[in-house]
């Protein structure tokens, strides 16, 4: 099957020409014959609370279902299911639901974003649900399901062990919520951590003398920065300056909520009731819960800071499948999976490919 494409996003470059599939698999790009808009790798979301009304703490398999055919209509060809900080039954419970595949997107794995949190910032998770770093409860929460990152505090007490056992398991942790120094960031980053989650949200602010978790991410090069580009978690300058420390290791991530894909109204974060308002996602006390972002939306955003078309789709694909060291993932590439997002000229999704499937925004 030809995609129709004029171009398609090729290892960070726009190879003129179509692009053929066959039975799952990219099989030739650059291909000659008229054709509109462009392929681009799908999109991968580290950071997805909930979708379309469906809120993964308490999501069943028609509510996965539910999710990953909505979030395939915003470009998204593979994403991590993410569990904020909760009751450890209720984590569990999570954790067991969390399906090996559904329709729609891919799933591949869970975000556990705590509950190992600074109680200083915590945002919108629950107090009574934070724990300081402990291993047998980390234990009993991966026999639950599957685990893919961890979001945590590394100046907790036995952050650092924690850090060890969870690489020792292949998972990948990511720094959150937290109010760590730059010294305590660079001994997690010493320790193998690679990635910061919503970076500037949740942590420590940076200061000239005080340069926190935010500064000690963006001065090392190995070090990926999540980033919710939405325009309200972020002030476009400040997005506009990690663009320019950190082009290529800056990873696009929406943090969306069960009210994503949705319009306004009142949804479920957890226990936590929280209200969509204009794009805006607060609790009721005003605390920014997530966001009603999508990652077509995020990637327009980031082109409209003035990012390279180019980079910014790579920001939503190959930068985060690099965070989770999948790198048959977020390419476009003969030989390599199907998770294709066809985008028009004013970068709405056209198409989207998972695979064999083929779907089309309804
Ligand atoms: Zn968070």
Redesign the pocket.
């Known amino acids: 099957m030809r995609l129709g494409v004029e171009a398609a996003l090729v290892e960070g470059r726009l190879v003129p020409g179509d692009v053929a599939v066959d039975d799952g698999r990219v099989t030739a790009v650059g291909l000659g014959g008229a054709g509109r808009g462009i392929a681009a790798p799908g999109f991968i979301d580290l950071?997805v609370n909930g979708f379309a009304g469906v809120d993964f703490l308490g999501a069943d398999a028609a509510g996965y279902a539910t999710a990953g055919e909505a979030l395939v209509e915003t470009g998204v060809t593979a994403y991590l299911p993410t569990l904020?900080t909760s009751a450890e039954a209720e984590l569990v419970a999570a954790l067991e639901a969390v399906p090996d595949s559904a329709p729609g997107a891919r799933i591949l794995g869970a975000h556990l974003?705590?509950p190992f949190l600074a109680a200083t910032r915590l945002?919108?998770?629950r107090m009574a649900a934070r724990r300081d770093p402990d291993p047998a409860l980390m234990e009993r929460l991966l026999a639950a399901g599957p685990v893919t990152l961890v979001?945590l505090a590394p100046e907790l007490p036995g952050a650092l062990e924690l850090i060890d056992l969870l690489h020792a398991r292949g998972i990948t942790v990511s720094l959150?919520?937290t109010d760590a120094t730059a010294v305590e960031a660079h001994a997690a980053f010493d320790r193998g951590v690679r990635t910061v989650?919503?970076v500037f949200?949740?942590m420590r602010p940076m200061l000239h003398r005080d340069p926190g978790v935010v500064g000690a991410a963006l001065v090392r090069p190995e070090v990926v920065v999540q980033a919710i580009v939405d325009g309200i978690h972020l002030d476009p300058d400040v997005v506009r300056l990690l663009w320019r420390v950190a082009a290529g290791r800056m990873s696009l991530v929406t943090?969306a909520i069960a009210g994503a894909g949705l319009g306004d109204g009142t949804y479920a974060l957890g226990e936590i009731e929280i209200v969509v308002s204009d794009d805006v996602v607060r609790r009721e006390d005003g605390v920014l819960a997530?966001s009603a972002l999508t990652m077509v939306e995020a990637v327009r955003n980031l082109v409209a800071m003035g990012a390279p078309l180019e980079q910014a789709l790579e920001a939503a694909s190959t930068v985060p499948a690099r965070i989770l060291g999948l790198p048959q993932h977020g390419r476009l590439a003969p030989g390599g999976p199907a998770d294709v997002v066809v985008l028009d000229d004013s970068l709405e999704v056209v198409r989207t490919l998972v695979g064999e499937e083929a779907r089309v925004p309804g």
């Open positions: 950071q904020i974003e705590g945002g919108t998770h979001t959150g919520h989650t919503h949200n949740a943090d997530g």
